[in-house]
């Protein structure tokens, strides 16, 4: 909207400015500004809505003044009607029965003869989201997308967009998509760029492909490319990057139109034509094979050289620009690292650089390393390691160590760059060396190991957990290559029990090798190292590897010798570690908040669901401001698991399951979809009973031929996860699974591991079973400080007929995890509530819920099923309609939640306020409450 300031007020007139009307305002303010809106002098009237306005903007309730600031709309005063139309926007969700008296004056103000005011009254009843405001905006709307006036048709197009996300049936049914679609052959690029946009966001609302490039439309696309605003180009190019061309001739002609966007001043344009133009790319790699290989792989070879001008101008932009830029170019080396291939020396990093950009710079540095730089790159290193910055100068040892991991040629030149380093007896230079060069002789075993004198050297300088830990694997990997093996662990164990968990277990793991090796002089040592991990030691990691440890020493050495001293596999270079997928998914979102994320919109971007019976649409009455902050939430947020080759760089992984036995276990609960107890049950089943949410968790070409959907819930006190089976391809029939779950934020383990499916699912057959499972302290993982928890449950099953291991992970909805003693009585409720900071308070608006979840008291028993209890409701002091209703609800770990939902009569949405202090815990279980009233 354009500045709603003026230069005509008195005020003015003096020299000062509208910042004068957010000074603190004396008492009975209000009352004066009744009278001043209601002033026969425009300009009175016009400073007074300024003052309500900016009472608004700094959060006070200016709501009593609705009717009076109405009253001034009836005006022909241009600046006078935006401020209205602007407070309106911001109360007519409170005040919606009062907003319908302003709808004739939009209507007129949509036949006014002035554009700008036919423009500011469409645009404003858009923005106006009352359901019984669409319904007169139809009209005006179906006028101004026919507009003379193409400003009127460029806002006509967005306020379509803003249409469907509150009645979607509504655009579809007057045809207005269609309309868009027209407006697309426009003869003004503006209002080309602004159709583009507002398919755009329907197509990504209604998950339809809505935009239909044609022949015809793409070629007014391009042509639009030309003449449109910078943004208009944006929109455009990032429409154009969805488009598939029908084979590499076409792509290679749209790329010939987008390449001159190259050289556009805006980043936002130049990243979105290099977007564009990856992506074709791929297509006319592919189309090679058609019989114009060599012509096609000529013209890659021309668009490779011209896109490296562009990226690498963008490094001189400020460092906000080129922390994006950054961001992105590291996707693109790991998809085309020859692009940029010669040019490594701009991402030398300046002595000014922020931070930020210099850790980005030496990730793609590492990336673009290779032996013909390697060289100077190691020179460029080592001197950033001279530098102030502890952060930048540990990351730069790093940046050495995995360039000795991915150039085995230029492995001994890291190495002797590292010795120098370790000479200068920097303390932190020295602990990051030792970390890196555990990974050096982990990728390169028996040809480095001379080093480790000069190690032992500065044993006295490691104080950092991870620098010792790795300096204990060291010594005990190489014990019989040290003379003096067993004092060098003996001196750690002087303070095991103040060390680190990491340290303790890598002093376990070493000093069990130095026993293996050398039994004679360690056995005192082993003993005392055993009885430290099992019985002065509580934590259960350390106790059971001790337990193991013990077991196999006292039983059989040699199968001691067989694990502990097995081969252990070499490390991998890491550099490219994105999965090719995801790295896909990633290239098409350049230049979006994924790119910078690293991460697919659908795991941090949670869209509100459509209306029952709409195509999709979003129906949402949250304001703006509240609009926006929903929009992104975080990762664990997402529904459904990720499959098991989801590319998750930081999980844990899976224990192997090769020699799992079942035998001993007893058979998990299996679901043949209903038995005896099921129809002499007592007639109907429970109306709000716990229903899981099931997903795709694992496809048949990742499990040998069975298809897996997995949900959670929780039936009569019992935490019970729900598979769903189908042998796709198996030739053999599935009758016996063995399941085990990896360490997760909720501890969950099964009760049994054995699944038996009776009878046996053949092929083109399915199934259904359900493990029951619980809580188990050992199997808790620790939810990094400041972090959210994530939902995702890791599992592995195997096949018993096929021998088969096949991995996958699920999201555990926390209400399954609600206990049924959590409901408190109102006077703890209340003193919890104020005993919790007010910072820990999380907020969220859900909507297009169906009726039940409208209707408290059918709330209060769907809540009642699933373990969340009502504790008190009350009306909203002056707001007619609404009420707000509490309730609480514990974990059966202990996590107590309360939540404070606010209704209001004829909405259907719900606003919820959840207070914690299991922070980490706080998103999921507003989730869980919000999927709770979506079902």
Known sequence: MPPIGGGGSKGDAGGGSDSRFFTTQKKGEMHELRLELHSTDRTTKVDAVKKVIASMTVGKDVS????????????????????????????????????????????????????????????????????????????????????????VRKTAAVCVAKLY??????????????????????????????????????????????????????????????????????????????????????????????????????????????????????????????????????????????????????????????????????????????????????????????IYV????LEIIIKLVSERNIDQVLLELKEYATEVDVDFVRKSVSAIGRCAVKLERAAERCIGV???????????????SVIVIKDVFRRYPNRYESIIATLCDNLDTLDEPLAKASMIWIIGEYAERIDNADELLDTFLETFEEEDPAVQLQLLTATVKCFLKNPEDTQDMVQRVLDLATEESDNPDLRDRGFIYWRLLSTDPEAAKLVVLGDKPVIEDDTFRLEPNLLNVLIGQIATLSSIYHKPPESFVVRARGHPGDAGGIGDVADD?????????????????????????????????????????????????????????????NEYEPQARMAKVCTADKSGGIDINAGFRQV??????????????????????????????????????????????????SGRSSVELVNTPAMLAPVPAGQPATPQVQIAIKNMSTGNVFYFAVNFNLEALFAPDGALDRTAFIEAWKGIDDRKELYGTVSDLPSSSTDIEGVQRKFKANNVFFIARRPVPNSEGQEVVYFSMR????????????????????????????????????????????N
């Open 64 to 151: 009593m003044l609705f009717t009076d600031v109405l009253n001034c709309v009836q005006t022909g005063n241009i600046e006078l009607k935006k401020l209205v139309y602007l407070y309106l926007i911001n109360y007519a969700k409170s005040q919606p029965e009062l907003t319908l008296l302003a709808v004739n004056t939009f209507v007129k103000d949509a036949n006014d003869p002035n554009p700008l005011i036919r423009a500011l009254a469409v645009r404003t009843m858009g923005c106006i989201r009352v359901d019984r405001i669409t319904e007169y905006l139809c009209e005006p709307l179906s006028r101004a997308l026919r507009d003379e006036d193409p400003y």
């Open 418 to 432: 590292l010795l120098e380093l370790i000479q200068t007896k920097v303390n932190y230079v020295v602990q990051e």
């Open 165 to 354: 996300d509150i009645a979607p049936g509504l655009v579809q049914e007057r045809g207005f998509l269609e309309t868009l679609h027209d407006l697309i052959s426009d003869s003004n690029p503006s209002v080309v760029a602004n159709s583009v946009a507002a398919l755009s966001e329907i197509a990504e609302t209604s998950g339809q492909d809505v935009m239909k490039i044609s022949a015809a439309v793409l070629q007014k696309l391009l042509a639009a490319l030309n003449e449109c605003t910078e943004w208009g180009q944006v929109f455009i190019l990032d429409s154009l990057a969805k488009y598939t061309p029908a084979d590499g001739r076409e792509a290679e002609g749209i790329i010939e139109r987008v390449t001159p966007r190259l050289q556009h001043a805006n980043s936002a344009v130049v990243m979105s034509a290099v977007k564009v133009i990856l992506s074709y790319m791929e297509i006319m790699a592919a189309g090679g094979a058609g019989g114009s290989g060599g012509s096609n792989a000529d013209s890659i070879r021309n668009l490779t050289r011209k896109l490296a001008p562009p990226l690498v101008t963008l490094l001189n932009s400020e460092p906000e620009i080129q922390y994006v830029a950054l961001r992105n170019i590291n996707l693109i080396v790991q998809k085309r690292p020859n692009i940029l291939e010669n040019e490594i020396k701009v991402f030398f990093c300046k002595y000014n650089d922020p």
């Open 625 to 685: 401001g509240e609009e926006e902050e929903e929009e992104y939430e975080d990762e664990n947020d997402v529904q459904g698991g990720s499959g098991a080759g989801g590319g998750n760089a930081g999980a844990v992984d899976l224990l192997d399951m090769g020699g799992m036995g079942i035998a001993d276990n007893q058979p998990a609960e299996s679901g043949g979809g209903g038995g005896l107890e099921d129809v002499f049950s007592g007639g109907g089943a």
């Open 891 to 934: 974990t059966v770990t202990g996590m107590e939640f309360l939540a404070e939902l606010t209704f209001k009569q004829g909405v259907n949405a719900c606003k919820i306020c959840l207070k914690t202090e299991s922070s980490a815990y706080g998103v999921l279980a507003k989730v869980a409450l919000e999927n709770l009233l979506r």
């Open 358 to 361: 210099k850790m980005e710079k």
């Open 716 to 765: 009569n006190g019992k935490i019970t996860m729900e598979l769903e089976f189908q042998n796709i391809s198996c030739a053999m029939p599935v009758n016996s699974l063995a399941i085990q779950l990896n360490k997760n934020s909720f501890g969950l383990s099964p009760a049994s591991q054995q699944i038996s499916l009776n009878p046996p699912i053949t092929q083109g057959g």
